[in-house]
């Protein structure tokens, strides 16, 4: 393959027997993007398509496995799938879910076990109406290893498990508290910064409350000035409407006052004839009047004009009025909709309070929760712990007892050395003696009057005999293993005995040969007896 591989095989072996499902372990690289489409299939060496596969399974990960880490997993071919024994080579192939070959594996055959090394026979027992039969299965060697194989790295497999279960247990609950306290210190420093921005909107509505409050008051000031000044160019209007009346009057007055004097005129008319110089007076009087007229006109015209303007202050202050109160209406609307606002946002603090509580609740039960799970968590740990730590104390008094086997084993080889020494000097001892005999030079200790007759009898055994390794070794043997580690505590008390019955049965076999020697063995054996004696019995 041109790029780095994203799947490994491992273990892959050199032969498989097709009589025994077949194991496939493989490795997934971080890089690899698992699929539930993704298969491995087994292939003849050398094959040109993936359609060529002798059999295939699909490729499972392990619970809880994430994309972009590293894992082992493992299948299984089963054995009536397999190919049959033959010298052709095959090879694991991993194709992921876009047809693509992944990895490959070192090639591999099927082949048959050897006939007699490689079968072994299991007894298995088989209930029946006339009893229990045993029956006799020979099977493959590497079948039964295999299996037993299996077992131990199944029963491996599930402690280590449950060992990695219970710690990432612990780690989970560990890392979810730890979360959890930090999901609820962010969201209780959230609720703080919401609980302060709503107090800052609350304070900013309460002071544009006041404002507008302030407006409203210096609008109802303003709308009482204007109103006071409305009400002031009323009379002032209502003053100037009466002088309009009153000069109104006072033209009619003046009208009337112009028909007499047109009638007067008329009549002066008639009269000029009389006097032309009461004409010339009345003419002028006539001319002044006009001229008082013309002024009462233009007086007239002047009231006219400032009734018009009057008139258009009026309006003018009509529609300021209008605009008032359009504004004040406003100003009433934003005073409601503020105060809307404000009974909102304290519904919303309310509420906001309300969720708070029940969340600081839940979160005490989760908290309790979680500690309840840490604890049986930690108790479980502790349980597993204690049971480590008594298998392994169990395994150092093993081994201490075997050190202590060992160590009574080696004093054991090497007491029966000594004692093997010991007897070998005894023998060259009774060779010395037996040599001395022979030569005449051991004088005779026993008179002719000896009281026992049949130790002379018994003259013929040999002190060889006597004193041989065989005879010593009968009185002398060494206990075995189980009975010096149970007569551990009695050894001092049986040394003493079984010395003093060694030399009572040497002496009395002694009697028993008649030699006339024999008091001379005694006195040469009785130093060795007491030697063995001051030695410990190992």
Known sequence: MDKQSTVVFRNVGQWYFPQTRVECHYSLTSDHQWSSSDWIGIFEMGCSSLKQFYTYTWALVPEGYTEGTSVSCWVLFPAHYLPRPSAVEYQFIYVDKMGKVCARSRPFT?????????????????????GEEELLLVIPRSQLLQSRLEECSKKQADIQQALDMAKKEAENEKENSKKARENWEREREAMKEEISELRDNLRHNCDMLKKIDGKHKNVKYSQENLTSELSKLMAENAESQQRIKDLEEEIKGLNDREKEENGELERLKERVKKTSSQMKHDEEKRKCLQVENEAALAEVRGLQERLVASEQVAESLRRELRELGTRQGHTHTELHQARLQVAQLTLLLSEENLVLREERANWVLEREAYKHAAETDTK??????????RKEEWLQEERVEREKLEVELGQERDSNRELVNYILQLEQRLRMVTETKSNGIIPTCISPGSPSEDDEDASSASPRSICSPLFLSTHLEQPKRAELLAAETHVHSKKDTSASDTQDLTRKHCVECGEGKQLVLLELIDPILSDLADSPMW
């Open 110 to 130: 099927f082949c048959t076990p050897k006939p007699l090394e490689e079968l072994e026979t299991l007894k298995e027992e088989r209930e029946e109406d006339d």
């Open 380 to 389: 479980k740990l502790q349980e597993l712990s204690c049971e480590v730590q």
